[in-house]
C-alpha cells in the first residue's frame, strides 16, 4: 500500500493518537517521536499523548518538560511517562509503536475490545535500502487477537513513508538564511559575532570517532579559517582531548592554526535547526539530525549508527547510491571518500580537502535534493495511509 502522492486536508481534531516512545540512547527516537507527535497536533489538529519511558532525555529536548511528572501538556502534545505498571486507558484511533518498541500488554488487549479497532503502525527506522519500498504498508495480523499491525517505512523514494517536514520549516529556513539580522542574532546567542565570510562555518555533532584528530589536523593546518561548533555530546571529550583539556565543556573556546572549536550547550530542536541553517558543512550521526540537515540544504557528512554486525555500510551505501545519482563524478568520489573514511573512523584528514574542492557542487546538490524530497512528508503520508486502512474496513464490512 502505498502513500497518496498528494497532501490532503487536516484530519478533525476529533481523531486521538498515542505515540510510543522506548529511549535506548543518543536521543534519536525521542528526537523523532518529539517532532512528529508536535507536527500531528499543532498542524494536524490530532489529540496526541506521547507516552515517554526515560522523561530525562525528553526534557533534553523540551526544556519546560518537567521529567518528575507523569502527565504533563508541552507544546500541545500530552506527554506520559511509560512505565511498568501502565494504567487503564482508552486506546487511540491511530496508535503508533515507534522503532519496534513492545506495547503494554494491557494496552494491547484494550486495544482488540474496541468496536472500530485503532490503525496500529510500527513506524520503523529510516533506510534507503531497495528492500523498504516492498514492506512499506504491509499487515501483520496479531496470532490471537483482532488486531492488525502495519508497517510504516520511513524514507526517500514515493514507495516509501517519506520524511518528517513541518509545513513552515523551509520558508523559515530561507528566511534565516536571507536575513542577516537573524543570522547576527543567532550567533550573539552562542555568545560570538559573526564570523568572517572567509571563515568556514563546520557543526560537528558526532559519536566517538578516532579520526577526528587527522580531521582537526587538516582544518588547523589548512589555508582557509575553520570555526567548528560542537554541541555537547559524545564526542565532546575527544575534541577536548586535542586541545589538551581533560574537562570540555559548554562555553570553551580552543584554537590552532587556522582551527577554533567551540564548544555549544546541548541544543534543543528548534535551535539545532538554525546551527545547521548558519553553518556551511554540517556533520551529522543517527537518523533525526541527519533528517535536518538534509532539509538545511548544505554539504553534510553523516556518521549512521554503528552496527555490531556491520550491516550498516549497506544502509550507507543505499543512501549514497540514492544522494549521488546527479552528483558528477569527481563530486561523488570525494563524497563518497569521506563519508566512509568518517565512518571508518580513519583517514578523514586526507579526504577532506578532495571534498572542500567540490563544496560549490555539493551545496547546489543539496538545495536540489530537498527540492525533490519536499513532496514526500512522512506525517501526511501517515494520516492518508490511516484513510486507506479505515476505507478497506468499511469495503470490507459491506461485503460481508
Not at 534543543?268 to 556533520?283: M, P, T
Amino acid at each position: 500500500m502505498k502513500p497518496l502522492a498528494k497532501p490532503t486536508t487536516t484530519i478533525s481534531a476529533a481523531l486521538s493518537c498515542d505515540i510510543f516512545c522506548n529511549v535506548i540512547d543518543n536521543y534519536g527516537d525521542i528526537g523523532v517521536c518529539w517532532r512528529l507527535a508536535r507536527q500531528l497536533a499543532n498542524e494536524h489538529g490530532l489529540q496526541v499523548r506521547l507516552w515517554v519511558d526515560d522523561l530525562d532525555s525528553f526534557a533534553k529536548l523540551c526544556p519546560e518538560a518537567d521529567a518528575a511528572l507523569e502527565t504533563q501538556h508541552c507544546r500541545g502534545v500530552e506527554v506520559r511517562r511509560w512505565q511498568h505498571d501502565f494504567p487503564a486507558v482508552q486506546p487511540a484511533d491511530l496508535v503508533i509503536e515507534a522503532f519496534a518498541c513492545k506495547l503494554p500488554q494491557s494496552y494491547i488487549e484494550a486495544m482488540a475490545t474496541r468496536e472500530i479497532k485503532p490503525v496500529w503502525v510500527n513506524l520503523e527506522y529510516l533506510s534507503a535500502e531497495d528492500w523498504v519500498r516492498g514492506c512499506h504498508g504491509l499487515p501483520s495480523p496479531h496470532p490471537n487477537l483482532p488486531l492488525v499491525k502495519y508497517f510504516f517505512f520511513p524514507g526517500f523514494t514515493r514507495q516509501t513513508g517519506g520524511l518528517l517536514l513541518e509545513r513552515d520549516l523551509l520558508v523559515r529556513r530561507d528566511a534565516f538564511q536571507n536575513d542577516a539580522a537573524q543570522q547576527q542574532a543567532f550567533w550573539r546567542s552562542i555568545g560570538m559575532q559573526m564570523p568572517a565570510a572567509d571563515t568556514l562555518k563546520v557543526s560537528l555533532f558526532s559519536y566517538e570517532n578516532a579520526a577526528l584528530g587527522g580531521l582537526f589536523d587538516a582544518w588547523s593546518g589548512g589555508v582557509q579559517p575553520v570555526l567548528c561548533l560542537v554541541p555537547e555530546g559524545r564526542i565532546l571529550p575527544q575534541a577536548g582531548q586535542y586541545f589538551g583539556d581533560a574537562a570540555p565543556c559548554a562555553g570553551k573556546t580552543y584554537s590552532r592554526g587556522n582551527l577554533q572549536v567551540r564548544v555549544l550547550p546541548f541544543v534543543e530542536q528548534e535551535r539545532y535547526d538554525e546551527l545547521l541553517w548558519a553553518c556551511d558543512v554540517n556533520y551529522v550521526r543517527g537518523e533525526d539530525s541527519c533528517v535536518r540537515a538534509q532539509w538545511a540544504g548544505k554539504p553534510f557528512i553523516w556518521q549512521i549508527y554503528p552496527q555490531h554486525d556491520s550491516v550498516h555500510w549497506d544502509k550507507l551505501q543505499a543512501f549514497l547510491n540514492l544522494y549521488n545519482v546527479t552528483l558528477g563524478a569527481a563530486a561523488s568520489r570525494a563524497l563518497q571518500e569521506l563519508w566512509k573514511a568518517w565512518n571508518k573512523e580513519s583517514g578523514a584528514g586526507q579526504a577532506w580537502p578532495g571534498f572542500a574542492e567540490v563544496r560549490g557542487e555539493l551545496e547546489s546538490h543539496a538545495q536540489h535534493w530537498v527540492r525533490q524530497l519536499a513532496g514526500n512528508n512522512l506525517a501526511l503520508n501517515l494520516l492518508d495511509f490511516y484513510r486507506e486502512i479505515g476505507r478497506m474496513r468499511a469495503i470490507k464490512i459491506e461485503g460481508q
